[in-house]
């Protein structure tokens, strides 16, 4: 499942809105906010969270507020119709109490075997828990990969449902601005390649923790997580067969180690009945995408994505390269991938 971070800084305006309402459409499903009331103003936070109610109900999104047990104490007794992503001051027996009446989000980072022991003991709801790791707004902070994967490994083996944050793109959070992802390596990394790194180690709830995804990734995003089809940027190349541009292609089902193969390749060039000359037949670095020249005979037309630096072959022509975004996606793709080449806006 997909979600998205909503902040309550600002009142809700139209442009919110319609934000709200393209997250939606792209199949992002609940929706994360943070609810620490400072005490000169707690009517103008719930206020705030009313009215986000309000509009994110008639799309079906699920809010989740992280809060801390001073703020819970503070929110009026008629808000309702969210669930609690629970921060500082909650003991286990309170913990247990609140799972009886819905989700509840506990933090995954910190959630040891004592506090899971102490749970049972107070006959806490296990289905409706989730754990939710946190994300980590100043560089160098965010956590460890395999410390990460083990944590995660034990959560799921106890039966929680996961989350974790990714960075956003188009709007960052402030004051430092530098993303809000839970794994540190992921403020450098391709938004979708991180999202599908969380998916290869069980994580069942992707978020973005960053005010805003642009609409480039939230289409990424629906493409793969709803069609499975990769979206690949080109880079500019007039020599890239614009046959395969736009068109829904496929790796083979018995995939090669250092290629992907285009199985629909050939039988396209054989419709355009084009002879393909030796052309730029030079070295093939990981993101090139090439095609088998005469030289290469019934192979004539195949076009491949260079998976790991290969030498030049004269019986193949470089004719175009991925940027650096889609070749992070490369070693996500496996037998029968599906996938897109369009060029880069």
Not at 35 to 56: G, K, M, N, V
Not at 93 to 122: C, K
Not at 218 to 239: G, I, S
Request: proline residues 6%; charged residues 25%; hydrophobic residues 35%.
């Amino acid at each position: 499942m997909l979600g998205f971070s909503y902040y309550l800084d600002h009142t809700l305006n139209e442009d919110d809105k319609k934000y709200l309402q393209s997250m939606q459409q792209h199949h992002f499903n609940e929706i994360f906010t943070s609810l620490h009331i400072p005490e000169d103003e707690p009517s103008q936070y719930a206020t705030r969270l009313q009215e986000l109610l309000e509009f994110t109900n008639d799309l079906s999104l699920h809010v989740f507020v992280d809060i801390d047990k001073h703020s819970l104490k503070n929110l009026p007794r008629d808000l309702t119709g969210f669930s609690l992503r629970l921060d500082d001051g909650f003991t286990n027996q309170e913990i247990a109490q609140l799972s009886q009446d819905g989700p509840v989000a506990l933090n995954a980072s910190t959630l040891s075997e004592q506090d899971i022991t102490e749970l049972r003991d107070f006959k806490a709801n296990f289905k409706s828990l989730e754990a939710w790791h946190n994300f980590y707004p100043r560089p160098e902070t965010g956590l460890d990969k395999n410390w990460f994967i083990q944590k995660n490994r034990w959560l799921k083996q106890l039966g929680l449902t996961t989350q974790a944050f990714i960075p956003g793109n188009e709007t960052l959070r402030g004051p430092i601005y530098s993303g809000l992802p839970t794994l540190e390596h992921h403020r450098q990394q391709d938004l979708l390649a991180s999202a599908l790194e969380l998916e290869k180690y069980g994580v069942d709830k992707i978020f973005i923790g960053d005010p805003r995804l642009d609409l480039t990734y939230q289409t990424k995003f629906y493409d793969y997580f709803n069609d499975r089809v990769f979206d690949l940027c080109l880079k500019a190349n007039p020599n890239f067969p614009p046959y395969l541009v736009n068109k829904v292609l496929h790796n083979r089902p018995d995939p090669a180690a250092q290629v992907i193969r285009v199985v629909e390749s050939r039988g396209m060039n054989a419709l355009n009945k084009k002879i393909v000359e030796p052309l730029d037949t030079i070295p093939r670095n990981i993101g090139s995408i090439t095609i088998d020249n005469q030289k290469y005979g019934r192979y004539m037309g195949e076009v491949q994505i260079i998976k790991t630096d290969l030498p030049m072959d004269e019986k193949v022509n470089v004719c175009g390269h991925l940027d650096q975004a889609s070749i992070q996606l490369l070693p996500y793709f496996s037998a029968n991938t599906a996938f897109r080449f369009n060029y880069k806006e």
